[in-house]
């Protein structure tokens, strides 16, 4: 197992490099001089342009530019923003904003999710199972953007249960947000534990399982829901991964300043240090939590050994 | 008694365990499987609703886009009165007007065409991709595999809307034609680029499965040619989970579009497009909520048609999926 | 309530006489979306103590459910047994509640599948599950019970046992992952152990030994034991009384000498010609004509008779006894034998009463 993370962490390297390249590429590639934009109506004088582009090694070729990034990254060094601000400070003041948000997504996902397709999956074929297999659908296909306006629309301004910006107000902030950010994977979560539920409770161990006469709950719980769980945590897992890097759209809408919306800020302004920073930061929880949910796996499911 | 009910005959006797699953012998039966496998799911399709909801709202959003004038009730979405701005809906003018004015039942009818331009244009170029990449990367294996796989890793790692983000924001300043544009070809052009991934390893998995059948070993042993081995043999079982794939992707393009534009980068103004509505829309979402209303409605309805589609197709498709 | 004491052990019981399991006329369908399905359609037999029976058919004939049938284990709905009865020890199971029934499985009746892998839970191993047995019926520790998977591993002859304990299912091969089965089976000293296809899935060598693990330890207990299987070779070694099934009905019945030297059934007969003999080389196989029957519609008059190549029909036939017709109930042909023949005296060559 250890020499299975430590491959897998080698194999992390070129995908963490080449993401944020990719962005870093993309970003530094485009001609338009943001050392110009900066001064705005003023005009800079020629010298202190100069100066910040060659602090910036703005003339550099684009694989110098990188190589320079980074040499700083592996000091620790994110590079600063046009207004001398390192990219960590920004990292440092905004993430705690979306792991909270995360969190309390991956709460809804469990609570709400694991729930309605634990019954679902028991209860095939019942009133219950159409209304899940229907509200999926429908949840599915709502665009986050949508979502994010109608409970801002209906528990926010007509209701009035939470509030519908910014952080002010603790836990309830993050209320709606992650609700609507959780949506789509809690769905999908419903889903997923219903199918493999129902598969299960047709495998042959269960049969076994009934033939030993053991009481139907430790044949629920014990044979088929602790099976039934795996796919499902293990897409949890993986899914906070994705979750802290997808919530540019859901706390732009509620005002939330975490390192979604300063990463979409940065974009519009063009600051290239803080998207590569973030874009490389959320590449990692990715790659990392993808990793976790493989060793995981391993600990779930005795029949997976990587060796 | 009809093959269908032999079937579901056969599907029950093996859950009920009355039967003993023997395997079966190993010939080339691509062709009557994949004709079984379609004449199977088209009779399972024509009995669930789900899929005739989302073939009738599919294809009402279809015409919409190709004949809008049929369903515009006769206005204009460019003749516009400030007049009228932000008045509610009516019996003349069911989706009330905007902020400038203009008939809103015009205007979010016209958005119908570049939405579904972007998700049909951008699901194309994916799966060209997707298969093209897909397919040489399982069928050769080895280095080349090791390669692009990589490679999907990489744009795998980021999220869809946040590189599209990035291309669209930088891309008018480039001299590159299409990304360039602001148009709809941009928006298609990008989602795709950060959207291939799935389709190739649809594609690439299942190239790898048949691969190692033993029809395929038998057909390769019979002389035929690689590429002849993949197009008749491999290929044509990639396209059923492929279907269901870009069905389904077709309404999360049309999403991502929406949000693209919304925040400011996918199509520009004068462009009619439901995401700059909404974008309009959410200042006046108290006094004049009619304004994000609508456009939201009819995007989630698009989404859900070809969701519902895909969904439908899948359980038809894989019956093991179902419970 | 229950009045059947499952604590002594089996052995004691062997002098008494009574059988152990009785099944009268047990009828199993399932209703589909596309029909019923007629899958057991009036079976009887019994089972004594230390006594071996063999039933034996093809896939399809109904062997297995009803063998579900007696653990209680069918799903149901699709399944339902329509009628019948099954008493264990006296008792009519089906009339009992279902905790009742719970009770049964383990120590009254247990049961071993076909397929070891995928009938132990991958998730756990096998000493937990064997372990489960003493857990949920005698109420034991974890630690106890773990001792006594120890114990009953060593009995069906694992190797390393106190070592392999605490391994999982895909650790093992496959004869040894079917005695874990076994171990799991006759934990809790059973009255009845049913083996489902027991050896079907392994090599020959290891059938074998597995074969010789159930007889033993069928001696050492005095259990009775149902051997549902297709293959002849394992009836013929172990089983002291062969059924045959076919479309869900018994078609003969007697001991496994009797039966296999002589079938008073033409199916039985058709069996014994389709499968090679080592004695007998040179001789040529005559596979049964055609295909088993659909369970959905199931041929009227005697259900083997459009394979049968003794059939009568028509004319050719005696009164009453039109293949296509009439049914051939279930009959002693000779002292010990059952067929459900019209003409099972010609198959065995005897002259008619």
């Known amino acids: 197992m250890g020499r299975y993370v430590a491959r897998r962490l080698l194999l992390t390297i070129p995908v963490l490099l080449g993401a944020s390249f990719l962005i870093f590429a993309m970003v530094y590639a485009l001609p338009g001089d943001p050392i110009r934009a900066l001064g705005g109506d003023r005009p800079l004088s020629p010298a202190v342009i100069a100066e910040l582009r060659e602090r910036f090694h703005l003339n550099d070729p684009l694989y110098v530019q990188y190589w320079e990034y980074l040499k700083g990254l592996f000091q620790g060094d994110l590079g600063t923003d046009f207004r001398g601000r390192p990219v960590l400070d920004t990292i440092e003041r905004t993430l705690p904003v979306t792991v909270k948000l995360a969190l309390a997504a991956v709460l809804f996902e469990i609570v709400i999710g694991l729930v309605a397709g634990v019954l679902a999956g028991i209860r095939r074929n019942s009133y219950f199972d159409n209304v899940v297999l229907v509200s999926t659908t429908l949840i599915v296909s709502i665009p986050i953007l949508v979502l994010a306006f109608f409970t801002q629309l209906l528990f926010g301004l007509k209701l009035g249960w939470f509030p519908i910006a910014g952080t002010n107000e603790g836990f309830y902030s993050y209320v709606l947000p992650g609700l609507v950010l959780a949506s789509g994977s809690l769905a999908y979560v419903a889903r997923l534990t219903r199918t493999s539920l129902a598969e299960n409770l047709r495998a042959d161990y269960v049969r076994t399982a009934r033939a030993k006469g053991l009481p139907n709950r430790t044949v629920v719980v014990r044979h088929t829901l602790r099976n039934s769980l795996i796919p499902v945590v293990t897409f949890i897992g993986a899914d906070i991964g994705a979750l802290l890097g997808g919530a540019i759209v859901t706390e732009t809408v509620f005002n939330l300043p975490g390192i979604g919306r300063e990463v979409f800020n940065s974009i519009r302004s063009q600051e290239g240090a803080v998207v590569v920073g973030i874009v490389t930061l959320m590449v990692f929880f990715f790659i990392f939590f993808n990793l976790v949910v493989d060793v995981l796996y391993a600990v779930l499911d005795p029949r997976i050994r990587y060796d | 008694m009809t093959d269908q009910q032999q079937l579901d005959l056969r599907k029950d006797a093996v859950e009920a365990g009355t039967t003993t699953g023997l395997a079966s012998p190993s010939v080339d039966v691509t062709k009557e499987r994949q004709n079984s496998l379609w004449s199977d799911a088209w009779g399972d399709l024509r009995r669930n609703p789900l899929f005739w909801i989302g073939a009738v709202l599919g294809l009402f959003f279809l015409l919409m886009a190709l004949v809008p004038q049929l369903f515009a009730r006769g206005a204009d979405p460019r003749a516009c009165d400030l007049a009228d701005s932000k008045a509610r809906p009516s019996a003349q003018h069911w989706f009330g007007f905007d902020q400038q004015g203009c008939d809103y039942l015009a205007n979010v009818v016209y958005g119908a065409r570049n939405s579904l331009i972007i998700g049909v244009t951008a699901v194309l170029v994916i799966l060209l991709l997707g298969v093209l990449v897909g397919a040489v990367a399982g069928y050769y294996g080895g280095v080349t595999d090791g390669i692009l796989a990589r490679i999907a890793d990489i744009f795998y790692a980021l999220p869809l809307i946040l590189g599209a983000l990035v291309l669209l924001r930088v891309g008018p300043s480039t001299g590159i034609p299409i990304i360039n544009s602001r148009g709809p070809g941009a928006v298609a052009i990008a989602l795709a680029l950060f959207g291939w991934m799935t389709a190739m390893r649809l594609v690439r998995s299942q190239v790898i499965a048949v691969k190692s059948s033993d029809y395929v070993a038998a057909a390769r042993a019979m002389g035929a040619s690689s590429r002849r081995i993949l197009v008749r043999h491999i290929l044509p079982n990639a396209v059923a989970p492929v279907l269901v794939y870009a069905t389904i992707t077709i309404g999360v393009i049309i999403a991502a579009e929406a949000t693209l534009t919304y925040l400011g980068v996918g199509l520009q103004r004068p462009a009619i497009s439901w995401g700059l509505q909404i974008e309009a829309g959410q200042d006046s979402i108290r006094t004049a909520p009619h304004l994000v209303l609508f456009p939201s409605l009819i995007l989630t309805l698009t989404v859900m048609a070809f969701v519902m589609m895909g969904d439908a197709l899948r359980d038809a498709l894989d019956p093991r999926q179902r419970a | ?353």
């Open chain 3, 1 to 353: 309530m229950t009045n059947l004491d499952l604590t002594k052990p089996t052995a004691e019981l062997a002098a008494q006489g009574t059988p152990l399991l009785e099944v009268d006329d047990l009828r199993v369908e399932f209703r589909t979306r596309s029909g019923v399905v007629n899958a057991v359609n009036g079976v009887s037999y019994s089972l004594g103590a230390g006594e071996t029976l063999a039933i034996l058919g093809e896939s399809g004939s109904g062997k297995s459910v009803s063998a579900q049938a007696i653990m209680g284990i069918l799903e149901t709905p699709p399944a339902v047994i329509s009628g019948g009865g099954i008493w264990f020890q006296g008792r009519n199971v089906l009339e009992m509640s279902a905790e009742d029934q719970r009770k049964i499985r383990g120590p009254g009746i247990s049961m071993i599948f076909q397929d070891a892998l995928s009938s132990l839970n991958p998730v756990y191993s096998v000493g937990f599950q064997i372990g489960e047995m003493f857990r949920a019926h005698r109420g034991m520790s974890k630690k106890a019970a773990r001792a006594k998977a120890v114990e009953l591993m060593d009995r069906v002859r694992i190797p390393a046992a106190a070592r392999r304990v605490d391994d999982y299912p895909h650790q093992f091969s496959g004869g040894m992952r079917q005695r874990v089965m076994i171990a799991m089976a006759i934990a809790l000293d059973p009255r009845i152990l049913i083996a489902d296809e027991p050896t079907t899935a392994l090599d020959v060598t290891v059938q074998a030994q597995v074969m010789d693990l159930l007889k033993d330890l069928q001696q050492e207990t005095g259990m009775g034991l149902i051997l549902i299987t297709h293959d002849l070779g394992v009836v013929n070694e172990v089983a002291d009384n062969v059924a045959v099934m076919y479309a869900g009905e018994i078609v003969e019945r007697g001991t496994v000498d009797d039966v296999f030297s002589r079938p008073s059934h033409p199916y039985t007969d058709g069996l014994m010609s389709s499968v090679p003999q080592v004695e007998a080389k040179g001789g040529r196989l005559r596979p049964i004509a055609g295909q088993p029957p659909n369970l959905a519609a199931i041929p009227s008059g005697c259900p083997f008779h459009p394979r049968c190549s003794r059939r009568r029909l028509g004319a050719e036939a005696a009164p009453g006894r039109d293949c296509a017709t009439d049914v051939p109930p279930l009959r002693l042909v000779v002292p010990g034998r059952e067929a459900a023949c019209h003409y099972s005296e010609e198959v065995l060559g005897v002259a008619a009463e």
